[in-house]
């Protein structure tokens, strides 16, 4: 009975054996570990990462110095063991990772890979954003997006710029200035978009297609922009966060200012477009009393732009964890530096027009 009780437990530790896989990580020098990081602050057996028999991966940490982290919602939990996802954030010490990265790594198994302690790179989200330019369910999906922000902004940029929940960043980043620059190109209105037709739909995939030179011109210009700031909040708070966080958090928010800046453009369409087609002069506009349309659209214009300042802001304080009064510092010397750049790249354009203009 025994003997049989003996061989039970060992066929028992072969099937468990067989269908879970443990790994060790640990730290790159002490290299005692299957998957090793490159960190000071990982120890030398940091964790334990499991792969169980119903196919669930699992995070042990075993009692490392610095602790082991998963990243819920936008903030990071301290965890002795639990269940996580192949994509799913976690810091082993200052190093952060995910399951898939420390598993795509030469002898994965041996000992002898080396594990990349950065985050999912912020190319590989545009790139699939770029990819979803045609799909109308993702389009929908980021102009309901857009309602969420308004009315939770800190609560869903976070989500959004972190867990890349529930949009892409940068596909909300895409649509918004696909929509931005359609609108401005060819001078769209509300009234035009409202008495739209059924077979006026198909003119939509060629004014995009006309639209993108300007589209790419817009997007290059405001990924460059945001190299920026990353280095002044950087600077100025000496805090470490990662290029990549940062780049998808500005995705959100560039997304965020194309939608709102387009629904203005409509509005001063609409009013400049009845100006230019009746030919009013200013004395006329108010002998038939539509200044009252340009004060709301003024008013409306100022509401929007201030809440975009207002969405910045909260997006950079809970993104650095930092205070308001030092947001609002950082936030004023970004726009000092973005103009003294523009007006840097621009002064070259503006003497040769003037040197072109000037009586020989």
């Known amino acids: 009975m025994r003997q049989r009780r003996c061989e039970f437990q060992r066929l028992h530790a072969l099937f468990r054996e067989i269908v879970m896989k443990r790994w060790t990580i640990g730290s790159r020098k002490r290299q005692q570990a299957d998957l090793r990081l490159d960190d000071a602050t990982v120890s030398g057996l940091h964790a334990d990462l499991v792969l169980t028999d119903d196919g669930r991966w699992m995070i042990e940490d075993r009692n490392s110095t610095n602790g082991t982290k998963r990243c819920s919602n936008g903030r990071w939990f301290a965890v002795k063991q639990a269940y996580v996802l192949p994509d799913e954030r976690l810091r082993f010490g200052a190093a952060e990772t995910t399951i898939r990265r420390l598993l795509q790594t030469p002898d994965q198994g041996g000992g002898k890979g080396e594990a990349d302690?950065?985050?999912?790179?912020?190319?590989?989200?545009?790139?699939?954003?770029?990819?979803?330019?045609?799909?109308?369910?993702?389009?929908?999906?980021?102009?309901?997006?857009?309602?969420?922000?308004?009315?939770?902004?800190?609560?869903?940029?976070?989500?959004?710029?972190?867990?890349?929940?529930?949009?892409?960043?940068?596909?909300?980043?895409?649509?918004?200035?696909?929509?931005?620059?359609?609108?401005?190109?060819?001078?769209?209105?509300?009234?035009?978009?409202?008495?739209?037709?059924?077979?006026?739909?198909?003119?939509?995939?060629?004014?995009?297609?006309?639209?993108?030179?300007?589209?790419?011109?817009?997007?290059?210009?405001?990924?460059?922009?945001?190299?920026?700031?990353?280095?002044?909040?950087?600077?100025?708070?000496?805090?470490?966060?990662?290029?990549?966080?940062?780049?998808?958090?500005?995705a959100v928010v560039n997304g965020m200012y194309w939608m709102l800046l387009s629904f203005i453009v409509l509005f001063w369409n609409e009013f400049l477009i009845s100006v230019?087609?009746?030919?009013?002069?200013?004395?006329?506009?108010?002998?038939?009393?539509?200044?009252?349309?340009?004060?709301?659209?003024?008013i409306l214009s100022m509401v929007i732009v201030f809440y975009l300042g207002f969405f910045a802001v909260v997006a950079q304080k809970h993104f650095w964890n930092i205070s308001y009064w030092r947001t609002l510092w950082c936030c004023g010397l970004t726009s000092f530096a973005i103009i003294g750049l523009l007006a840097l790249i621009s002064s070259p354009m503006i003497l040769l027009a003037m040197a072109v203009s000037a009586p020989h």
Not at 285 to 298: C, P, R, V
């Open 276 to 298: 230019i087609r009746e030919n009013l002069t200013l004395e006329k506009i108010m002998e038939k009393l539509q200044f009252g349309a340009i004060y709301n659209t003024y």
């Open 117 to 250: 302690a950065t985050v999912v790179p912020w190319r590989s989200d545009l790139a699939v954003g770029l990819s979803k330019i045609h799909d109308v369910a993702e389009f929908k999906r980021n102009v309901l997006f857009v309602l969420d922000l308004i009315g939770s902004p800190a609560k869903h940029i976070i989500h959004c710029g972190v867990n890349r929940r529930p949009v892409n960043p940068f596909s909300f980043m895409v649509f918004g200035g696909l929509v931005y620059t359609v609108i401005t190109t060819f001078g769209l209105t509300i009234s035009a978009l409202v008495k739209i037709h059924n077979e006026e739909y198909s003119r939509i995939p060629g004014m995009i297609l006309q639209s993108i030179p300007q589209f790419i011109l817009f997007f290059t210009l405001t990924l460059i922009a945001n190299v920026v700031p990353f280095f002044i909040f950087r600077r100025m708070t000496l805090k470490k966060r990662h290029f990549d966080d940062f780049m998808r958090l500005m």
